[in-house]
């Protein structure tokens, strides 16, 4: 079982840049592949990033490639979302995910644990 606690979301103006965090419990956190996803009002939830178990290989959604960055710190439990050159379209609720193998990460069907998300929200 794992539990994950995002954070680091607010309000930020177009342009500019914030970090999120997730906070996974348990031991096991090394042995999960982790996403990050979002959900717009109206929208499904779509993929955003995800990075493999150690960090060596990394994925990006189009629409956030060159300004999103994805890591991970496995010693700290912890998965980060750099979100930089923000847009109004960035705006949603940021989720985070945990699934065990790195496949079809684009899918959140496929991801076994989920934190109650964090809003990002990016004024005009």
């Known amino acids: 079982q794992v539990q994950l606690v995002e954070s680091g979301g607010g309000l930020v103006q177009a342009g500019g840049s914030l970090r999120l965090s997730c906070a996974a419990s348990g031991r096991t956190f090394s042995t999960y592949v982790m996403g990050w996803f979002r959900q717009s009002p109206g929208k499904e939830r779509e993929f955003v990033a995800a990075i493999s178990w150690s960090g060596g290989s990394t994925w990006y959604a189009d629409s956030v490639k060159g300004r999103f960055t994805i890591s991970r710190d496995n010693a700290k ?48």
């Open 77 to 124: 439990n912890t998965v980060y979302l750099q979100m930089n050159s923000l847009k109004p379209e960035d705006t949603a609720v940021y989720y985070c995910a945990a699934k065990s193998a790195a496949f079809r990460l684009w899918k959140q069907g496929e991801y076994d644990y989920w934190g109650q998300g964090t809003q990002v929200t990016v004024s005009s």
